[in-house]
Nanobody
Framework: VYLVESGGGSAQAGGSVRLSCTAS????????MGWFRQTPGKEREGVAT???????DYADSVAGRFTISRDNDKNTLYLQMNSLGPEAPAMYYC????????????????????WGQGTWVTVSS
């Protein structure tokens, strides 16, 4: 399984960024996927997850501003990030679980078994 993130870069504070993650070698349709982020010296933390049925869970810090979605026909996961704040700069990782459904998946990093290489997001004031 290969997960390749794209779309990272620099954005203005309060602006928007859209991340994509395309999977190859595996069909994502029946599995939970998620976005996680990490800054130097800190643990990787959950941002948002989406189950096989397109139900979603968000970390409290991003709820209402970030939107996770998936296009199973394109085998691709997305993260629309709006109203970027000071907590946003990080390496963002796409992840695939072997489970179809995880309640509160963003808090269950250990249930994700495949990871992308990450894409940086920076925010300028």
């Amino acid at each position: 399984v290969y997960l390749v993130e794209s779309g990272g870069g620099s954005a203005q504070a309060g602006g928007s960024v859209r991340l994509s993650c395309t999977a190859s070698g595996y069909t994502i349709t029946n599995y939970c996927m998620g976005w996680f982020r990490q800054t130097p010296g800190k643990e990787r933390e959950g941002v948002a997850t989406i189950n096989f049925d397109h139900s979603t869970d968000y970390a409290d810090s991003v709820a209402g501003r970030f939107t996770i979605s998936r296009d199973n026909d394109k085998n691709t996961l997305y993260l629309q990030m709006n109203s970027l704040g000071p907590e946003a700069p990080a390496m963002y990782y796409c992840a695939l679980s072997r489970f179809p459904y995880i309640i509160g998946g963003w808090q269950a990093r250990q249930k994700f078994h495949n990871w992308g290489q990450g894409t940086w997001v920076t925010v300028s004031s």
